[in-house]
């Protein structure tokens, strides 16, 4: 999942980027609603991290803004505002969950997993396509029911692949998963990444269209 968190606080912002990568996410990190507005317009992400009191207005605008502009990227409020008609506010602003600081990273983590799953219509934990099984919860990958040895980066594509089950995802899209702002990106990246999940996958695993982007069949 590529996150964008929209935190002011240098500290929290800083421990919640470093829990976030733990779990594997690849997190952007903004500190005011203009500049979380800039991201959204120009790259796509997995869901928002969104807390409200920040230097430039109040963080409900950035939401509005999404959806105003037709935006459903799943958003979860992170704030100090425990009132009830708050956290009314912030749901009926279009948020998809609330979460009150302070906050254990985990449980941010896991309700970040659930809301994405809901968003792309799978509730389930797992993901299968043939002899390929993905664990979302424990973040691991069997094939014909051995552990496969994925490096995170190798796990994102996959896990991307197998969200789009039969659906054809495009280079720039699997790039925008794996990679944030301050990436560097190596111009065969992404063949590498296809190549290495061949071997230990199966060569047959993902299918490559040349020219408009790679999918992984359901019919596996």
């Known amino acids: 999942m590529r996150i964008l968190l929209v935190e002011d606080d240098y500290l929290l912002g800083e421990a919640v980027v470093d829990g976030l990568r733990q779990e594997g996410c690849v997190v952007d990190w903004v500190q005011d609603s203009s500049a979380a507005i800039a991201a959204v317009s120009t790259s796509s992400f997995s869901a928002l991290v969104l807390d409200l009191g920040l230097p430039d207005g ?15 990227t799943p958003v979860v409020i992170v704030t100090a505002r425990d009132r009830i008609s708050d956290r009314i506010g912030g749901l009926d602003a279009g948020a998809d969950d609330y979460l009150i ?3 254990d990273i985990e ?7 659930a809301i ?4 792309e219509g799978c509730a389930a934990a ?3 396509a043939g002899n390929v ?3 979302l919860r424990e973040r691991t990958v069997t094939c014909q029911g051995e552990p496969a040895a994925l490096t995170a ?3 994102a594509v996959v896990e991307l692949l197998m969200r789009k089950l039969g659906c054809l995802v495009t280079r720039a899209e699997i790039e925008e998963e794996l990679y944030g702002f301050d990436d560097h990106i190596a111009s065969n990246a992404i063949e590498v990444h ?4 061949r071997r230990k996958l199966g060569p047959g695993f993902i299918t490559n269209l040349k020219g408009r982007g790679y999918r992984v069949d359901n019919s596996r």
């Open 58 to 72: 109040d963080g409900l605008s950035v939401l509005r803004w999404l959806r105003q502009h037709g935006q459903s």
């Open 194 to 197: 296809i190549h290495n999940l």
């Open 107 to 113: 449980e941010l983590g896991a309700r970040l997993r």
């Open 153 to 155: 980066r190798e796990y």
């Open 133 to 135: 099984v993905l664990d």
């Open 101 to 103: 600081k302070p906050f």
């Open 116 to 119: 994405t799953r809901r968003a």
């Open 126 to 128: 797992l993901l299968v």
